[in-house]
Structures are given as structure tokens and as C-alpha cells.
């Protein structure tokens, strides 16, 4: 390839990842304030002032410009909680809090959930939500301890996500709050799983 092909090249790529996250950007806006369940590809094209057939050049359909917003907020996720086991005495907990911090605020995650069909594991966006959501459990077990070695301890670790998902949709609800639980109080409970065990 000739110097000028190489430099054409790059710039097709530079131009398309600048559109990309133009369109991302757009549909975060368009989420935040109309509800990442209410997002159409109508909006966001409008929203990011493209024809709304050249969304299709970059997302085949809502569901995976869904799985997209939710892999970046994986992505803030994950920097979170490592961030905050970095700085704090009780790594767990101080990543666990970060964590539903982060959750209790990003509905993308809550809505894309709904987007995860079988199907969508193949596709290019389905496989980057799985590998920042694989990073987020590796995140975890690090401030549980160490990896999680054995299929056990993954387990474990995957059981720890499950709640932490799940504290943060009671306490974005308010249901927690009802239940009369504070996150405090269910945090430091985080310290009885299998895995944390092992690893202290």
C-alpha cells in the first residue's frame, strides 16, 4: 500500500469513529433526556444531524445502538471501581459503592438489558458489551481479592454482579429505602460471599 493509500485509509477510519461517536453521543443526549427506553433512531439521527438511514451504516438497529451506549457505561464502570478499590482501605466495598454509584444513574444499562438477545452475543456489539462486561466481573474479583481462578470462585463472582445489579435497581426504584435497608448495611454483607472469604 502506497503512503497516500495508507493516509486515505486512515482517514476513512478517523472520519468514521468521529461519526460513530457523534452518533453516541447524540443517543446518550437523546436518552438522558427523553429515557434510554424511549430512544428511537429517528431521535438520535436528528439529535446528531444525520439522515436517519445513515445510522444503519453504523448501527443495524436500536437494539444495537443500545448495546453500544451500554458497553461505554460498562467501560466508565469498570474505571470506576478500580479508581475506588485503588483508594480505598476496603477495596470491596469501595469498588462495590462505585459501582452502584455508577448504576443507580446509568439507564442504558438498565434498558440494554432488554436488548441482549441470544442473537446479538454474534454481532460486533454484542461482543464488546460481553468483553467490558467480563472486564467489570475481572475488576470485581480483583477487589474481592484475586482472580477467580476455579469455576467456584467464578461463580462467586458472577453472583456478587447479579447483586450489586440488583441492589442498584431497588435503590434506583426507592425500594430499598422501603424495604428498610440502607446500601451501607447490604454493602457489608458483600464480605460473606465464598469468594471474598477465600481471599482474606
Given at each position: 500500500?502506497?503512503?497516500?493509500?495508507?493516509?486515505?485509509?486512515?482517514?476513512?477510519?478517523?472520519?468514521?469513529?468521529?461519526?460513530?461517536?457523534?452518533?453516541?453521543?447524540?443517543?446518550?443526549?437523546?436518552?438522558?433526556?427523553?429515557?434510554?427506553?424511549?430512544?428511537?433512531?429517528?431521535?438520535?439521527?436528528?439529535?446528531?444531524?444525520?439522515?436517519p438511514a445513515t445510522l444503519y451504516g453504523y448501527f443495524r438497529n436500536k437494539d444495537e445502538l443500545m448495546l453500544a451506549l451500554a458497553a461505554d457505561d460498562l467501560g466508565r464502570l469498570v474505571h470506576a471501581m478500580r479508581d475506588a478499590a485503588r483508594e480505598g482501605e476496603d477495596r470491596?466495598?469501595?469498588?462495590?459503592?462505585?459501582?452502584?454509584?455508577?448504576?443507580?444513574?446509568?439507564?442504558?444499562?438498565?434498558?440494554?438489558?432488554?436488548?441482549?438477545?441470544?442473537?446479538?452475543?454474534?454481532?460486533?456489539?454484542?461482543?464488546?458489551?460481553?468483553?467490558?462486561?467480563?472486564?467489570?466481573?475481572?475488576?470485581?474479583?480483583?477487589?474481592?481479592?484475586?482472580?477467580?481462578?476455579?469455576?467456584?470462585?467464578?461463580?462467586?463472582?458472577?453472583?456478587?454482579?447479579?447483586?450489586?445489579?440488583?441492589?442498584?435497581?431497588?435503590?434506583?426504584?426507592?425500594?430499598?429505602?422501603?424495604?428498610?435497608?440502607?446500601?451501607?448495611?447490604?454493602?457489608?454483607?458483600?464480605?460473606?460471599?465464598?469468594?471474598?472469604?477465600?481471599?482474606?
Amino acid at each position: 500500500m502506497s503512503p497516500g493509500e495508507q493516509n486515505r485509509l486512515e482517514r476513512r477510519v478517523r472520519v468514521r469513529t468521529a461519526a460513530r461517536d457523534d452518533i453516541l453521543a447524540a443517543a446518550r443526549r437523546v436518552a438522558e433526556r427523553e429515557g434510554a427506553r424511549n430512544l428511537s433512531l429517528r431521535s438520535v439521527a436528528a439529535e446528531a444531524g444525520f439522515a436517519p438511514a445513515t445510522l444503519y451504516g453504523y448501527f443495524r438497529n436500536k437494539d444495537e445502538l443500545m448495546l453500544a451506549l451500554a458497553a461505554d457505561d460498562l467501560g466508565r464502570l469498570v474505571h470506576a471501581m478500580r479508581d475506588a478499590a485503588r483508594e480505598g482501605e476496603d477495596r470491596l466495598t469501595a469498588a462495590a459503592s462505585a459501582a452502584l454509584d455508577l448504576l443507580a444513574n446509568a439507564e442504558t444499562l438498565a434498558a440494554a438489558s432488554t436488548a441482549i438477545a441470544p442473537e446479538a452475543n454474534g454481532s460486533e456489539m454484542g461482543r464488546l458489551f460481553n468483553g467490558r462486561l467480563i472486564a467489570a466481573l475481572t475488576t470485581l474479583a480483583a477487589a474481592a481479592g484475586g482472580p477467580a481462578e476455579s469455576r467456584e470462585s467464578q461463580t462467586d463472582i458472577v453472583l456478587m454482579g447479579a447483586a450489586l445489579a440488583g441492589l442498584a435497581m431497588l435503590r434506583r426504584g426507592g425500594r430499598l429505602q422501603a424495604l428498610g435497608f440502607s446500601v451501607e448495611e447490604v454493602l457489608a454483607r458483600l464480605h460473606q460471599f465464598p469468594q471474598t472469604k477465600q481471599a482474606a
